[in-house]
């Protein structure tokens, strides 16, 4: 906790228990957008994580399946790797690396280059390109209240991101099947996108390590890959940066990656999806265009050939 007049916050400072158990309270009536849950913390910290009108009603995943089913192969490449492993990451203290065209570049502490962002409950519905979905309440802020505080040069179009390298501590990078770190990369209309959240806990509560703890991206219209954890770097570059899978399998995971049914993974369908934690007798359900955020995004690729721009 903040010591006597030290503004300097830690993590743990920082991320708030938003009052999730209310959250169906808060959203319900007229005042639901102007809603805030105040999170208790002292005076010198309080913080409010506020409910957010791109929230999905989708009813969430339960906390044991996002937490104990993961992709995060630093930890390993097995669904369970990361709840088993992921434990040993230290994530304070973490520091970020901002360069490329920006006004501000520098190395971050984390706390610091987060602490002015309005946090938000979003619940998002998330698919990965595997084709297993679930519902997520996120605890996040928008990617471009972070891009906009480090100021974008005019000369940048894209953003790269890549996660930590800490082999003794991230047991999956002995592999070398992987070429590390983990890279992803939006282009900036994407990365500004409203929607394009940086998550730092999820169900009022900070981030699990096997979900990308202490930071991670969220692109909720994307496939799940596109969603890199454990952020160390964040480069605002001219051209379109290298990302893990596309350089992994080009013919297969192609730099957008946007959700859609119509275009089929070369060795498998992406018309439906099964929702994790539903039951064996379930059923698969439908995948939605952009991941069922069609109205939100499909103008940012307004005269794109998607089966080709995969
Ligand atoms: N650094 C890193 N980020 C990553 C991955 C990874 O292996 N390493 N896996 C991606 C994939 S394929 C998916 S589906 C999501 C899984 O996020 P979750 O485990 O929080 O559901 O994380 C993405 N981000
Ligand atoms: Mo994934």
Known sequence: MPRNNDTTLRWSDVTPRPLWLNRRQLVTGAAALAATATVALPASARIEA????YSTDAEPNSLSDITAYNNFYEF??????????????????WS??????VEKPGTYDLADLVKDQPLEERIYRFRCVEAWSMVIPWIGFELAGLLNRVGVQSGAKFVAFETLVR?????????????WPYREGLRLD???HPLTIMATGLYGEPMPNQNGAPMRLV?????????IKSIVRISLVAEMPPTT??????????????????????RWSQ???????????AGREDTLMFNGYEAEVASLYAGQDLAVDY
């Not at 970020?96 to 065209?101: E, M």
């Not at 909720?220 to 596109?226: D, R, S």
């Not at 018309?271 to 007798?281: N, T």
């Open 96 to 101: 970020v690396v901002v360069d490329g065209l």
């Open 190 to 192: 994407e990365a500004m």
């Open 245 to 266: 899978w596309n350089m992994l399998q080009p013919s297969e995971y192609g730099f957008y990656a946007n959700v859609n049914p119509t275009v089929d993974h070369p």
């Open 167 to 179: 082999p003794e501590e991230m047991p999956g990078q002995s592999s070398r099947f992987i070429e």
């Open 219 to 227: 692109v909720p219209w994307k496939y799940g890959f596109k969603s």
């Open 76 to 93: 390993g490449t097995g669904k369970e790797d990361p709840a088993r492993y992921a434990s040993g990451l230290t994530i304070d203290p």
């Open 50 to 53: 506020t409910a957010s009108r």
């Open 271 to 281: 018309a439906s999806e099964r929702r994790v934690g539903s039951g064996l007798f």
